[in-house]
């Protein structure tokens, strides 16, 4: 198993990679696959050393939840910018608003942070340099702390128990 993770340090990347290569090309001709495989290996071996850490997934069943909730907002929310957008009559109330973190860690930040840029109406504008805050912008808001709890209860929290430790700051 070590030796499989040396050559091929990320597997499902490789996989990936080969298959993006094959439907590029259009083909399944035997020197397609070949060339196609080599780069899936190749590629993986030349980058793996420039990634940060991927952290362990703690709780893969929350881990589908999480994405089938985040598709499911993603739907309603660009269902609410579309009623905003039909109804020039309704005033929108675009807004700044400093977010909290109970996150540590710079992976689930990440993702937390491209979860709110996903979702029709809300962006991520800024990190705080000390980690602690994040800046968002949302296209339509009457109440920050309830669109911060929101946030925090749908996205931070599952996060949190799908790749940190249960802490929080």
């Not at 996989?15 to 590029?24: D, E, F, I, N, T």
């Not at 035997?30 to 850490?53: E, K, N």
């Not at 660009?78 to 020039?88: F, K, R, S, T």
Request: charged letters at 20%; a positive charge; hydrophobic letters at 50%.
């Amino acid at each position: 198993m070590i030796k499989s993770r040396r050559w091929l340090p990320v597997p499902l990347l490789s996989l990936l990679l080969l298959a993006v290569w094959l439907m590029m090309v259009r083909s399944l001709a035997p020197g397609h696959i070949l060339l196609g495989s080599v780069l899936a290996v190749v590629i993986p071996l030349g980058t793996y050393r420039f990634w940060d850490v991927q952290p362990n997934v703690r709780r893969p069943g929350l881990l589908v939840r999480f994405i089938l909730r985040v598709l499911g907002d993603i739907i309603t929310a660009n269902i609410q910018v579309a009623w905003l957008i039909v109804n020039p009559w309704r005033r929108t109330r675009p807004h700044f608003v400093e977010y909290p973190l109970m996150l540590q860690e710079r992976f689930t930040i990440t993702l937390l942070a491209n979860t709110i840029s996903l979702t029709p109406g809300t962006v991520s504008a800024n990190l705080r340099m000390d980690g602690e805050t994040l800046l968002i912008h949302a296209l339509d808001v009457d109440d920050d702390e309830a669109l911060i709890e929101q946030i925090r209860e749908r996205y931070e929290r599952p996060l949190k128990e799908i790749y940190e430790c249960s802490t929080s700051r």
